[in-house]
């Protein structure tokens, strides 16, 4: 049987991976938020707040093919905000990390710039599911 045609007819192992992919890569942000910094040859925070953008799109935009109407979409993205704002909140508790306002914006500026591509054609290619954008 071709891949082609197994994935066209039952999405199902494919999906489990995709999400298995996507709480894999939340739990990376967690740790890269969560312990202490490393020592760079450069100074990150210069593009921190692009990292922080960059990183939580990537979440959202695997977000995007899991889920067909605007609704669940809605419900992700604002998951995602709060799961930021949550890591925002821990690293403030934190000897080693401090949290910022400004990096909890740069998230959610990452998360919508994510899931704006529901609505673009990349969306077709994303899908999981066989839909071209939210219904």
Known sequence: MNLRVWIARDRRPLRRLWVFGLVAYLGVIA???????????????????????AGYALAALLCVPLWRSARALLLAGLALLGY???????????AARSGDWLDALANGSGVAIGMLTA?????????????????
């Not at 740790?31 to 953008?53: N, T, V």
């Not at 909140?89 to 934190?94: M, R």
């Open 31 to 53: 740790l890269a938020s969560l312990l202490p910094p490393p020592e760079l040859p450069m100074d990150p925070g210069r593009y921190d707040k692009l990292w922080h953008a």
């Open 84 to 94: 930021g704002l949550l890591l925002e909140l821990l690293q403030a508790q934190t």
């Open 119 to 135: 609505w673009t054609p990349w969306r077709g290619w994303l899908a999981l599911h066989g839909t071209r954008g939210p219904e």
